[in-house]
């Protein structure tokens, strides 16, 4: 069965370094912006296993 569930910033790290940036360090995917406490973290599992990732924060773009 799959679900949405909110996660904390270091969970996303193994998704996002398996689809975005398997060719650099794991240390790469961590983002300034993951632990602002209006940045939200959810991810998609089917079981136990986490399979995506969605992180919403608020940036500003001149």
């Known amino acids: 069965m799959k679900n949405i569930e909110q996660i904390i910033a270091l969970k996303t790290s193994a ?3 398996a689809v975005l940036r398997a060719e650099k360090p ?3 995917c961590y983002f300034d912006s993951d632990t602002l406490e209006i940045t939200v973290h959810s991810g998609l599992y ?3 296993n986490l399979l995506e ?3 919403l924060f608020e940036a500003k773009n001149d």
Do not use: A
Request: hydrophobic content about 35%; charged content about 35%.
């Open 53 to 55: 990732v969605i992180s």
């Open 46 to 48: 089917d079981s136990d």
């Open 26 to 28: 794991i240390e790469s």
């Open 15 to 17: 998704v996002r370094h």
